[in-house]
C-alpha cells in the first residue's frame, strides 16, 4: 500500500511539475522561415501554433539601422505568421499578452485568476517579450518603451563566433533588474539551469550557435490586481544569428 501511495504522490508530483513548465515556460520569438522573418511561439523544440494565438500579439514593431520606428505587421501564411515591414529595417519586436493563469492543488494549469479559478494554489499573469536582430544597427540596442522586460548586449557588437563571452544586461521598466533568470539557448537547451543578473542586472553567457541564437530572460514583476492573481511573470527573448563560413 506504501509502494501505491509513494507511485500515486510521484505521479502527481510529475504533473504538477509538467504543468508548471506548460503555463510558464513558452516564449515568443523570431526566425527565418523560408528566407522570411516568422514569428515564433513555443519552448525548445516546440513550434506551437502561433496563428491561432495571433490575437494575443498585442503589439508588433520594426525598426531601422538608427533605431527609428518602422511600420511591421504580422501576416497568416499558412500554419505559420510572418512579419512585413514598410521599410528596410535591422530588427522587429512584439509583445504576446498571454493573459492570466491558475494552478490547482491537483497540479493543473487552467485558464484564468482567482475569481474563476477559486482553490488556485497560484494565479498568474504571462507576458512575453522579443527583439530580434535583422541586421546590423548604427548603435546598440536601447531600452526599447514597448519592452517591459528586455534583453540588451553591453558590448557595442555580438561576438561573431560561437562560445565567445556574451555580456548582456536585463532591464525592467527600462531599469536593470537584480535575479532575472538567463538562458543562452532557449531553442537547443530549454532545460538547462538558468544564470542569474547580478544587481547591475548584468550576466555574462557562452554564445550557444553558429546560427540562430535565442536568449531568454525570466523575471517575477508585481501583482497589478492582487486579488485575482499573486504576480506577474514575464519572459523576454533577444534572437540573433551569426554567419556560417562561406559554402
Known amino acids: 500500500m506504501k509502494i501505491i501511495h509513494l507511485a500515486a504522490a510521484l505521479t502527481v508530483g510529475l504533473t504538477s511539475i509538467a504543468g508548471a513548465i506548460s503555463a510558464q515556460a513558452h516564449g515568443i520569438w523570431f526566425a527565418q522561415r523560408a528566407k522570411q522573418t516568422a514569428l515564433i511561439y513555443g519552448v525548445g523544440a516546440d513550434d506551437l501554433d502561433v496563428v491561432k494565438r495571433l490575437g494575443l500579439v498585442t503589439g508588433t514593431y520594426g525598426y531601422d539601422a538608427d533605431w527609428a520606428p518602422v511600420g511591421a505587421t504580422l501576416r497568416v501564411a499558412g500554419p505559420i505568421v510572418l512579419v512585413d515591414s514598410e521599410a528596410p529595417t535591422v530588427a522587429f519586436a512584439a509583445i504576446m499578452d498571454n493573459g492570466l493563469w491558475s494552478r490547482t492543488p491537483d497540479g493543473k494549469w487552467l485558464k484564468g485568476g482567482r475569481d474563476t479559478v477559486p482553490d488556485a494554489v497560484l494565479a498568474e499573469r504571462t507576458m512575453k517579450y522579443a527583439v530580434h536582430l535583422t541586421g546590423t544597427p548604427n548603435s546598440p540596442i536601447p531600452a526599447l518603451p514597448e519592452q517591459v522586460l528586455q534583453i540588451v548586449p553591453v558590448d557595442k557588437t555580438l561576438p561573431v563566433e560561437m562560445g565567445k563571452p556574451l555580456k548582456v544586461r536585463v532591464l525592467y521598466k527600462g531599469k536593470p533588474v537584480?535575479?532575472?533568470?538567463?538562458?543562452?539557448?532557449?531553442?537547443?537547451?530549454?532545460?538547462?539551469?538558468?544564470?542569474?543578473?547580478?544587481?547591475?542586472?548584468?550576466?555574462?553567457?557562452?554564445?550557444?550557435?553558429?546560427?540562430?541564437?535565442?536568449?531568454?530572460?525570466?523575471?517575477?514583476?508585481?501583482?497589478?490586481?492582487?486579488?485575482?492573481?499573486?504576480?506577474?511573470?514575464?519572459?523576454?527573448?533577444?534572437?540573433?544569428?551569426?554567419?556560417?563560413?562561406?559554402?
Open 178 to 247: 537584480k535575479d532575472a533568470a538567463l538562458k543562452h539557448d532557449f531553442v537547443n537547451d530549454p532545460d538547462q539551469p538558468p544564470v542569474k543578473t547580478d544587481k547591475d542586472g548584468v550576466a555574462t553567457l557562452k554564445v550557444r550557435n553558429q546560427g540562430l541564437n535565442v536568449l531568454a530572460a525570466t523575471y517575477v514583476g508585481p501583482s497589478d490586481n492582487p486579488k485575482q492573481i499573486d504576480h506577474i511573470e514575464y519572459l523576454a527573448t533577444l534572437s540573433f544569428v551569426l554567419p556560417h563560413a562561406p559554402e
